[in-house]
């Protein structure tokens, strides 16, 4: 049996180091508080935040534990400053039941509750939503074309430019009213 080389196979530690010094920000730790509840040298924790040194799984999951965060957040890689999906592209998933999709633009983070979507539609089928969570509030911006929507009876028509709110956690519904209309809705959730 061949064996693997784990070096090879290692994490960059600049990943490590700022995700460290980000996780130790957040929380307001100093350095030797850190590496005291931890459980690890005050110089080894300087040196894995200046992105020196190989650290062990242990060493991790141990600050891991005194961040208050999952293995996983001191791991994975930074995420960009600035973050662009391009038209026609992202996490795209389409209706069964009308000429709809929906693209992901931005999940919500943990702690914050909002969920950011580019929608295309087209007329012919209306699109039936179904109530979201308790406290669920959408905002919609029309980018391109014509919608109807809203909460069922509480329709609206709007155009390019236009901005709605209203509640998400009652059935609504959106219908596309020109060839290619487009809009941005912001899914904010209490």
């Given at each position: 049996m061949e064996r693997t080389n784990m070096a090879d196979s290692r994490l960059?530690?600049?990943w490590i180091a700022a995700s460290l010094r980000r996780e130790r920000a957040r929380t307001?730790?100093?350095?030797?508080?850190l590496a005291k509840?931890?459980?690890?040298?005050?110089?080894?924790?300087?040196?894995l935040e200046a992105g020196g040194g190989n650290p062990s799984v242990e060493t991790l999951w141990a600050l891991g534990v005194?961040?208050?965060v999952p293995f996983s957040a001191l791991v994975e890689p930074p995420v960009p400053s600035v973050?662009?999906?391009?038209?026609?592209?992202?996490p795209t998933v389409a209706s069964e039941k009308a000429e709809y999709a929906a693209t992901l633009l931005s999940a919500s983070p943990p702690g914050a509750r909002r969920d950011i979507y580019h929608l295309r539609a087209e007329p012919g089928a209306v699109r039936e939503s179904e109530p979201h969570i308790p406290g669920s509030v959408e905002h919609l911006i029309v980018s391109t074309g014509?919608?109807?929507?809203?909460p069922a009876g509480e329709t609206v028509e709007l155009g390019a430019g236009d901005y709605m709110t209203y509640r998400?956690?009652?059935?609504?519904l959106y219908e596309a009213l020109a060839p290619g209309t487009t809009?941005?809705?912001v899914m904010q959730h209490m």
């Open positions: 960059p530690l600049e307001g730790l100093s350095l030797s508080e509840r931890a459980g690890i040298a005050k110089s080894t924790l300087s040196q005194a961040l208050g973050q662009v999906i391009r038209a026609g592209q992202g014509r919608l109807k929507a809203g998400g956690d009652v059935p609504h809009f941005v809705l």
